[in-house]
């Protein structure tokens, strides 16, 4: 008896850095975290570090079309 055949489709691999660096809302729109927060922050105000946790909305095109390509199955947080 011959063997069905079937039509595979592959899976993507994710991108960890990207994954890890970005998120998606629940309208779908791209965020990412801020850079400078790893060291050197000894003289840097208060506010200005508490500012740097939050997470920022990406702007270009381009930018969230590389990250889409980058990490397929980015989800939604939460």
């Known amino acids: 008896m011959p ?3 079937t039509t ?4 993507l691999k994710t991108h960890k850095a990207t994954s ?10 791209v965020m990412r975290t801020k850079g400078g927060k790893s060291h050197l922050r000894r003289r840097t105000p208060k506010r200005v570090k ?4 939050e997470m920022i909305p990406v702007k270009g095109r381009g930018i969230i079309q590389r990250v889409h390509r980058l990490a397929p ?6």
């Open 20 to 29: 890890k660096r970005f998120r998606v809302t629940g309208t779908g729109v």
């Open 73 to 78: 199955y980015l989800k939604k947080a939460g």
């Open 3 to 5: 063997r069905k055949q």
């Open 8 to 11: 595979k489709k592959y899976k």
């Open 50 to 53: 508490l500012l740097l946790s």
